[in-house]
T-cell receptor, first 113, second 111 residues
Framework: EAQVTQNPRYLITVTGKKLTVTCSQN?????MSWYRQDPGLGLRQIYY???????DKGDVPEGYKVSRKEKRNFPLILESPSPNQTSLYFC????????????FGSGTQLSVL | LAKTTQPISMDSYEGQEVNITCSHN???????ITWYQQFPSQGPRFIIQ?????VTNEVASLFIPADRKSSTLSLPRVSLSDTAVYYC????????????WGAGTKLIIKP
């Protein structure tokens, strides 16, 4: 089944403790992206990747890192999480980016205390 | 940068047709206009996509006028399970691959 898999589904952590949210897709998509969703603010793009070893900042990249060492994986790294990064995070992928059909993961609800 | 405007919320009743319009300016001339549906605590799900005129699939229709400054998602004969948030998504004219999401329209279907 074609899917985007994110883990974990829920995560509670404390300020400053490094964490990684994993994202994997099995559709051989070139484009992958991370979003955060906050009440009243809609979907905001954090980072995106057009292909392996190619990543670019989205609208709200501060405090986040990503890597794209393999086509299928696109982890989101918070080196020193802060409470303002408490949010619902989504990973998405599509064939080649642009406005092609995006496939989303189920989301990761992160709480930073 | 492209900008999108959608109604914040809409109500309707089961069995009715619902039309949600998104206004968008400065969008990429060679890119699609796409609509997504999102249920609480789930990722957005693709509904329909078009470039111009009318597109129809098994769940919705999409109407795009010639000037492409708006698009209208049409949901025929809605049911309670269509209660969700609906987003339009466009590409920005000036920036490659920059996607601009609408703020979303919360659609509530009543029995």
């Amino acid at each position: 089944e074609a899917q985007v898999t994110q883990n974990p589904r829920y995560l509670i952590t404390v300020t400053g403790k490094k964490l990684t949210v994993t994202c994997s897709q099995n559709m051989n998509h070139e484009y992958m992206s991370w979003y955060r969703q906050d009440p009243g603010l809609g979907l905001r793009q954090i980072y995106y990747s057009m292909n392996v070893e190619v990543t670019d900042k989205g609208d709200v990249p501060e405090g986040y890192k990503v890597s794209r060492k393999e086509k299928r994986n696109f982890p989101l790294i918070l080196e020193s999480p802060s409470p303002n990064q408490t949010s619902l995070y989504f990973c998405a992928s599509s064939w080649r980016g642009g406005n092609e059909k995006l496939f989303f993961g189920s989301g990761t609800q992160l709480s930073v205390l | 940068l492209a900008k999108t405007t959608q109604p914040i919320s809409m109500d309707s009743y089961e069995g009715q047709e619902v039309n949600i319009t998104c206004s968008h300016n400065n969008i990429a001339t060679n890119d699609y206009i796409t609509w997504y549906q999102q249920f609480p605590s789930q990722g957005p799900r693709f509904i329909i996509q078009g470039y111009k005129t009318k597109v129809t699939n098994e769940v919705a229709s999409l109407f795009i006028p010639a000037d492409r400054k708006s698009s209208t998602l049409s949901l025929p004969r809605v049911s309670l399970s269509d209660t969700a948030v609906y987003y339009c998504l466009v590409g920005d004219m000036d920036s490659n691959y920059q996607l601009i999401w609408g703020a979303g329209t919360k659609l509530i279907i009543k029995p």
